[in-house]
């Protein structure tokens, strides 16, 4: 098991609207370990995007740290950053935004191919993932020729392809039905477990989020913890 963890220091961002200030996060704090899954959870408009993408070293803070591996990534460049995110970091979104005119297997091939693995290695990683998920017989489909539940369990081992060691989802099941959303937790609960990742992954569906190992709540800006 590695030792990388995600963790964030007294966090603050706000983002200013027609000249006025709105605070989203006013010091939150937390760490997600590896081999653990942390669901977040709070109404629309509490944050969890944000957070989310302050995690992912898509935007910067305004204070506090953002660790990744003990590493404070907030006064790095945007270069380091980007190097960062490819080679550390694995997003899964609502939607499985996998491009349609490629196959399953291409559209986990693609992330590999941008890292410089070469074509044939990449495939036979993309082939190994999905038949992890139970889709090697999908493999050359295109996007179109999938269930919403194929298609992001593709997306989900899209965002594996690089063996990144933090995976962040944002309501990764959210545009899912009932019995297919339960499904595919399961398999990136799977996946998450045996690959021993740290995970945050922001959901709505309470149901779901007990099925991992801590439940994350943002309340006015910080962050505590629920019990499972």
Known sequence: MNEFDLTLCDVVRTYVQAGNKLPVLRGASFTVKAGETAALVGPS???KSTLLHLAGLLEKPDGGAVLLGGRDCGSMGDEERTAIRRSTIGFVYQFHQLLPEFSAAENVMLPQMIAGVSKASARVRALD???QVGLAPRADHRPARLSGGEQQRVAIVR???NQPLLLLGDEPTGNLD???AGEVVGVLLDLV???GLAALI?????ELARRMDRILALEDGKVVERRV
């Open 45 to 47: 408009g509490a944050g």
């Open 193 to 195: 477990r045996r690959t």
């Open 202 to 206: 922001a959901t709505h569906n309470l």
């Open 178 to 180: 009932h019995e297919t």
């Open 159 to 161: 965002a594996l392809a």
């Open 129 to 131: 993932l999905l038949g």
